[in-house]
């Protein structure tokens, strides 16, 4: 499903990955409470011009309308062009996303984000991201993916 929505654009999966994300969270709500903003993991905009869309903010879009929490695309900005994840061995893939974010310090008076990505790997893009936002004073970060590879 995943392979399908990111490399042969047949989005409609975004809206099946978005809804069994928000059932996820809903079955766990009790254990995990949830955050005041989402925020995808943004890609980089000449990505975007590739590919059309970016997967993880559309899986995103219908969580957050599902759950009623506010969607964030801007928080987190891609702020270098990497080479793609997908194929790379955990360390280089830590090596190639450590600089490629950024987040504002405006955002230190959201206290809880849920970081949504369609698939987690080796969590190096999840780390990144949890390293800006608490740098930036957001006090909870969560992560939340669709996906999970061995």
């Known amino acids: 499903m995943i392979k399908r929505l990111k490399f042969s654009a047949d989005t409609k999966y975004s809206r099946v990955a978005g809804e069994l994300l928000a059932d996820a969270v809903l079955a766990r709500k009790k254990d ?18 590739e590919r059309g869309f970016n997967q993880a903010e ?13 969607l ?8 270098s062009l990497k080479v793609p994840q997908s194929g790379l061995s955990a360390k280089d893939r830590e090596a190639n ?3 490629a974010f950024s987040v504002d310090d405006q955002h230190r008076q959201i206290p809880h984000v849920a970081v ?10 999840a780390r990144a991201i949890a390293r800006h936002l608490k740098k930036a004073g957001v006090a909870k970060i969560s992560i939340w993916a669709v996906a999970r590879t061995p």
């Open 32 to 49: 995990f409470p949830l955050p005041t903003v989402i925020a995808p993991v943004p890609i980089h905009p000449e990505r975007l011009l």
């Open 58 to 70: 559309m899986i995103a879009r219908t969580s957050a309308k599902r759950l009623r929490i506010r």
């Open 72 to 79: 964030d695309s801007s928080l987190v900005k891609r702020s």
């Open 97 to 99: 996303i450590r600089r």
């Open 116 to 125: 949504v990505d369609d698939v987690y790997t080796t969590g190096a893009t």
